[in-house]
């Protein structure tokens, strides 16, 4: 069964920060992975689809590497910003299944 | 992106009342489309799964009868609440694959704005 884990649980951190978030799923055949944005209340926003084949998608200030053979991918955010405050969260589509595994998310705050 | 929308985005009902939540791709035809929970501060959790034109598939514990999906069209899908009790209150998201037909899915997956619910 995949299961997906993002670390840290929780991240604060001052304007202008370059930070990476992290996540990683316990079985390596995925057909894709997404990072999601969620802000309070609302939806889901995807930010950024990486297949399977592929080893890296960038998005402005956005950059998303995926290893599928360690089971990892990162986010990473450059210059951060206060509206870049948001809870993140990757998610997998393993093989064989047409259904996402989401990641337990990561609750920013970026502080001005 | 693609754009899906989601309606309500807020309901109050009494308990023992039914309540229809819709969930619409309004540039793209979705084949598939997943309903899920979300609780407070934890992620979501995937309900069921809506095909066109077929019933729903729906995860272990998560009772058909209550909660009714119907994907009548390409471009919509619905949610209805049956008998709600204040333990369904909850924040309910939809979404949809863009581009998924059959097999492997290789789709991006785009979210509707949820819907809360709260019942009395």
């Known amino acids: 069964k995949q299961e997906v884990t993002q670390i840290p649980a929780a991240l604060s951190v001052p304007e202008g920060e370059n930070l990476v978030l992290n996540c990683s799923f316990t079985d390596s055949a995925i057909y894709n992975l997404q990072w999601f944005r969620q802000d309070p209340g609302k939806g889901l926003t995807s930010l950024l689809l990486?297949?399977?084949?592929?080893r890296e998608q960038t998005s402005g200030r956005l950059n998303a590497s995926l290893d599928k053979s360690s089971g990892r991918s990162t986010l990473y955010i450059a210059a951060s910003q206060p509206g870049d405050s948001a809870t993140y969260l990757c998610?997998?589509?393993?093989?064989?299944?047409?259904?996402?595994?989401f990641g337990t998310g990561t609750r920013l705050l970026v502080s001005p | 992106g693609a754009v899906v929308s989601q309606h309500p985005s807020r309901v109050i009902c009494k308990s023992g009342t039914s309540v229809k939540i819709e969930c619409r791709s309004l540039d793209f035809q979705a084949t598939t489309m997943f309903w899920y929970r979300q609780f407070p501060k934890q992620s979501l959790m995937l309900m069921a799964t809506?095909?066109?034109?077929?019933?729903?598939?729906?995860e272990q514990g998560v009772e058909k009868d209550k909660f009714l999906i119907n994907h009548a069209s390409l471009t919509l899908s619905t949610l209805t609440v049956t008998s709600a009790h204040p333990e369904d209150s909850s924040f309910y998201i939809c979404?949809?694959?863009?581009?998924?037909?059959?097999?492997?899915?290789?789709?991006?997956?785009?979210f509707g704005e949820g819907s809360r619910l709260t019942v009395l």
């Open positions: 990486i297949q399977s084949s592929q």
């Open positions: 809506s095909n066109e034109g077929s019933k729903a598939t729906y």
């Open positions: 998610a997998v589509v393993p093989e064989g299944f047409q259904k996402l595994v």
């Open positions: 979404s949809a694959i863009k581009g998924f037909r059959q097999g492997p899915n290789t789709g991006e997956l785009f």
